[in-house]
Nanobody, 122 residues
Framework: QVQLVESGGGLVQPGGSLRLSCAAS????????VGWYRRAPGKEREGVAC????????YYLDSVKGRFAISRDNAKNTLDLQMNSLKPEDTAVYYC???????????????WGQGTQVTVSS
């Protein structure tokens, strides 16, 4: 069964850190670009970070540059998102994705996780 399962979400105070993890099963991540996306209440989904599948080029949303770091471990079939200096505006449901094409577009052959809630609040 093909699936992506996120973990590591939760409630954290402003300025705190969280590490999200995503484990893939039923397929191998090394043939995909991998990324993290989020959707805040009342807002559109936005791309947070992505790693290309061949060159390892990383892309970040401007508002998270310098605070978030995406990484992938093809041997373990996982990807992570280290989030530091969290702000209330980072509150959202975070989704991991395996993108068959590239970080720059979606296809019908992409896979998505079910999402994990991140809440930044004092």
């Amino acid at each position: 069964q093909v699936q992506l399962v996120e973990s590591g979400g939760g409630l954290v105070q402003p300025g705190g850190s969280l590490r999200l993890s995503c484990a893939a099963s039923g397929f191998t991540l090394d043939d995909y670009a991998v990324g993290w996306y989020r959707r805040a209440p009342g807002k559109e989904r936005e791309g947070v970070a992505c790693i290309s599948k061949r060159t390892g080029t990383t892309y970040y949303l401007d508002s998270v540059k310098g605070r978030f770091a995406i990484s992938r471990d093809n041997a373990k079939n996982t990807l992570d998102l280290q989030m530091n200096s969290l702000k209330p505006e980072d509150t959202a449901v975070y989704y991991c994705a395996a993108l068959k094409g590239s970080c720059l577009y979606f296809t019908h052959d992409d896979y998505w996780g079910q999402g994990t809630q991140v809440t930044v609040s004092s």
